[in-house]
């Protein structure tokens, strides 16, 4: 059945519970602050019966349909619902033919919009334009990378936060309160409540429909902790392995070990494992932490690094992924220098501003009697000839000037490093001198 057909009660169809628990004022919407703080911008718009464009951004289940359909009921402006995982051009202009022939502007909510492609996000431009519709889009990816420009420019992004396990506990007391108009001997512990709120994960939806299934299961008990365990599994950790979930927990990963701090590190390796990532990419990023971020204070990282990975290409899981949470405490405890890295840029920097600058003569390969006839090689001074392997010949291009581009830091093995530069530094210029 068709929930938009005229006169259709609730009694009619079996609605699910978050349908019939769903607020119909700002005062009623858990956790969102942001848009329901009477002195923020969005709660005055609602006031005053204004609808903006926005992108509503966050995870599923925390009401981003419940602000855009009372957005619309307060600005008595028809409401039209596509997700963009089944509509495209053809179901948007259906809209816009409407609200044309009722000479209304149409709020348009449309959920998932990251899944448009330009061409399809291009379609609403002129209808946001020209007043048509009010577009208010729902996404759990970060809009900076799959909205167009044009189209975020005509929209406020609203950042939405997943629930609090207080918030998704108050909506289950309300949930079990409807379902006890049903069943008065339906109840459950305290104990089993707030432990399906945690299992929820910060969505609402979820929790609400793990409840109708419990009453489903069992409307004339009370359920207690144990019970609920036993029906109902915990929500499987949040986790895109191409999404923002996925860089936000590598790059929680890399800047733990950057900042020193071994438990945040196996932490977040453990959050990215437990949420399915491939451990050969965790090693892979791993060896890169050791090159960029440890570099030459401790050049042992990078072989431990490298033996994680090939322990884990021997093993396998999940006992392959033991080396990748030891690399990750040593990498952690490791000194840091990331000066290697940055003569990395630099040298790559200088590289293409010099790259027509020729080899200096004493320095070409001579490997033929012609070549050694035209000055290839000569005046080249070999370094074993000397004491103590000290030359005082130039090895960048003649028109260029010598330049500092690895800068050792004072930890770890770069300090030894850098007492080793500044020695043969002094000794070069003493040659020169002499």
Known sequence: MNMGLPGLQFSDVQVPLAHRLRPSSLQEVQGQLACTEPSGWFAQSIAEGRAVSCIFWGPPGVGKTTLARIMAEHANMPFAQLSAVSAGKKEVQDVVAQAKQTGRTYLLFLDEIHRFNKAQQDVLLP???????????????????????????????????????????????????????????????????????????????????????IYDAGKDKCWTLSDVEKQWQRRQAKYDRDGDSHYDLISALHKSIRSSDADAAVYWLARMLEGGEEPLYLARRLIRMATEDIGLADPK??????????????????????????VTIYLALAPKSNAAYMAEKAAR???????????????????????????????????????????????????????????PVARGFEKTLAERKAWLQTRRDEKRKG
């Not at 033929?368 to 291009?397: C, N, R, W």
Request: net charge negative; aromatic share 6%; glycine share 6%.
């Open 127 to 213: 209808y946001l334009e020209d007043g048509t519709l009010i577009l208010v889009g729902a996404t759990t990816e970060n809009p900076s990378f799959t909205l167009n420009n044009a189209l975020l420019s005509r929209c406020r992004v609203i950042v939405l936060k997943a629930l609090s396990c207080d918030a998704v506990a108050s909506i289950l007391r309300h949930g079990i309160s409807e379902l006890q108009v049903a069943s008065s001997t339906f109840m459950m512990d305290e104990d089993a409540l707030l432990w399906l709120a945690q299992a929820a994960d910060g969505d609402a939806r979820y929790a609400l429909n793990a409840l109708e299934a």
């Open 301 to 326: 990282a990078l072989t431990l690094a490298l033996d994680a990975q090939r322990m884990f290409e021997i093993l396998g899981s999940p006992e392959g992924e033991q080396g990748l949470f030891e």
């Open 349 to 407: 920097r200088l590289a293409k501003e010099t790259q027509d600058l020729d080899v200096p003569m004493h320095l070409k390969n001579a490997p033929t009697k012609l070549m050694k006839q035209i000055g290839h090689g000569e005046g080249y001074q070999y370094a074993h000839h000397e004491t103590d392997a000290v030359v005082s010949q130039k090895h960048f291009p003649e028109a260029m000037d010598e330049v500092c581009l690895f800068e």
